[in-house]
């Protein structure tokens, strides 16, 4: 059983930097699980920030970037506004499935 | 620009079987380079990948719901649908379809989502 974790809630000032991770019970997160990148707010369906690690949808502000970091994928948020307050919520392919994290909540204080 | 409208019963009683259908317009089902997906989001708490199908039949489903889980395409309606078996509570969620690239694996496309309660 694959579990994808994600730390449950982090806090960050307006301008602030932080970043997210994503992890995997099978071991080291690489290019091959393809991580993806999603926010959502409240009533609406999630929407893709980062594919394949670090592209970009089209939509997406330059201060969000996606990466790989010791083992696990990562995402920054560089200069935060109080708009990026959500969840965030990874995921990772494996062997045709994909699995996704628990979410981490986000809150601009 | 795909636009993707679920359909189905909101109540669905333990025991039964989910049906949903997944409207695809801007795009033939049989010629968009897409994964056709189904996600489902139980309240507060994070989406789960069901599975997805390509145009020609092909199907992936998620481990933990393969044996209660088939999706299937309709190209002369240009939707695709999901049948989930033996329902209990814990299939309560709001459920979603998607399309994914093929070439890039990103989700480009999601419908508005339909909420879908299991209870007696």
């Known amino acids: 059983q694959i579990v994808v974790t994600q730390e449950p809630s982090l806090t960050v000032s307006p301008g602030g930097t932080v970043t997210l991770t994503c992890a995997s019970t099978?071991?080291?997160?690489?290019?091959?699980?393809?991580p993806n990148w999603f926010q959502q707010k409240p009533g609406q369906a999630p929407k893709t920030l980062i594919y394949?690690?670090?592209y970009k949808d089209s939509w997406t502000p330059a201060r969000f970037s996606g990466f790989l970091l010791g083992g696990k994928a990562a995402l920054k948020l560089s200069g935060v506004r109080p708009e990026d307050e959500a969840d965030y919520y990874c995921?990772?392919?494996?062997?045709?499935?994909?699995?996704f994290g628990g979410g981490t909540k986000l809150t601009v204080l | 620009q795909q636009l993707l409208q679920e359909s189905g019963p909101g109540l669905v009683k333990p025991s039964e079987t989910l049906s949903l259908t997944c409207t695809v317009s801007?795009?033939?089902?049989?010629?968009?380079?897409?994964?056709l997906t189904w996600i489902r989001q139980p309240p507060g708490r994070g989406p789960e990948w069901i599975g997805n199908?390509?145009?020609?039949?092909?199907?992936y489903y998620n481990p933990s719901l393969k044996s209660r889980v088939t999706i299937s395409v309709d190209t002369s309606t240009n939707q695709f649908s999901l049948n989930l078996t033996s329902v209990t509570a814990a299939d309560t969620a709001v459920y979603y379809c998607?399309?994914?690239?093929?070439?890039?694996?990103?989700?480009?496309?999601w419908g508005q989502g339909v909420p879908v309660i299991v209870s007696s």
């Open positions: 998607a399309t994914q690239a093929v070439t890039t694996k990103k989700f480009d496309f």
């Open positions: 394949s690690t670090n």
């Open positions: 801007g795009g033939s089902v049989s010629s968009i380079p897409s994964y």
């Open positions: 099978t071991g080291a997160v690489t290019i091959s699980n393809l």
């Open positions: 995921l990772l392919y494996y062997g045709g499935a994909w699995f």
């Open positions: 199908i390509f145009y020609n039949g092909n199907t």
